[in-house]
């Protein structure tokens, strides 16, 4: 089979492409991508595609602006569109203070999603191949990664799609020898200050000499990485879908059984809805810690872990907002705690923890749910206790004792706790219709016991 057929059968295997899709080709001018270019030409027929070509001059060299050029030449001998970019990276990270190589493939990325958008195209092909793969896992290993930082390079994801990653770099040069494709030479390639460059001239010699496919090891390796990726991602995503309580500013859970899937929930947590790949040392950091009652580690900017006993919590570093709401009958939702409050006629036994039962004519109203305050007590039959020893005592979670909504009167005196305890009856004795309030679900999980109840008329 050759080059063209193998291409054809792994854009269909992979599904990299439908029919009438169009297809932004990003193309530098190096002999990686204008083989890409002109192997997708002559497939883009077979495949029913279109292409057009997006080419971004970075400003880094000199004979930028002819490679650009040059680019837009040839593009136009096969008959495909092309939209030509600028981006002085240089500038950029003189104003950024980044990584030239970062601020470039940032940008580069950036140019190619424009492109896709404007011409209306589905598909982003990239050049990347089997050397490039071996490349990135040797570049996350010796930066320090986890068995799922080997999941890259996936023939496809999102929209971006690469192509050519079943071929090695010497098949591809081979086609473009044979094919007589232009192509110009980057220097900077050659330059071995650059990882990467350091990575392709320097150790993959020497890995070769262990074992001259070890560019096919690379790609089974993470063929099946990617496999065990995917599968954890369903589990992790369940997990938190049955065990994660997400709030405004934080996301609660209880502590599952296995530390590898905390790892993946905090990770998955704070890259998806904190903006950042958290650091492996500032979650081990926090795991080492888990023989204290609470423990809590900042990772990066105000965004933190916190244990304390059996919760976890993850989430940014906020001054929790005082709350005062009055009190009326109907279900209340505060803080995750979902609360249920009625009138009846009859005195009911209740759970003094998840419920409570008042006398209405000797209570102080009007009554209303506010936060912890600093020095708050609570009347209890053995006298009077501070609310946070008692909620020490249940072992409510740090970062959740100033958000539970504490019942108190019109004097502000603490009638009930949900989830910890109610205040003490000769405080509020009497006769007379009762005030039932019902905590039906706290952030932890929904609470078994509990009554309900219709309002009588």
Known sequence: MDFEERLFDFMKKEDLVSSGDKVVVAVSGGIDSMSLLFALNRVASLLRISLHVAHLDHMIRPESSEEAEFVRNFSKSLGIPVTLGRRNIPDICKKTKGNLEEVARKERYAFLEEVCKKVNARRIALAHHKNDLLETVIHRVIRGTGPLGLSCMRPSRGIFIRPFLIFTREEIEEYARKNEIPYVEDKSNYDVKYTRNFIRHKIVPLLKNLNPSVEESAYRLVRITNLLEDFLNKEIELFMRKNVHEEEDIFVMRRPESTFVLLEVMRKIVHEFFGKIPEFEKLWEFLEGFDKPSHRVNIFGNVFLEKSYDMIAVGRTLNVKNFRERLKE??????????????????RNVDRKISAIFNLKDLNEPLFFRNRKD?????LEKGFVK?????IEERIPTFYRRRVPILV????RVLWIPGVCQAHTKMVGGKGGYLILELIRWPFGYLKGGFSFERKT
Request: aromatic share 12%; glycine share 10%; charged share 40%.
């Open 409 to 412: 009167d019109s004097k502000d």
């Open 387 to 391: 609310v946070k020893d008692l909620m």
């Open 375 to 379: 020095g708050d007590k609570i009347f």
């Open 330 to 347: 109907g279900f209340y939702n505060v803080n995750g705690f979902k609360m249920r409050v009625i009138i009846s006629e009859e005195r």
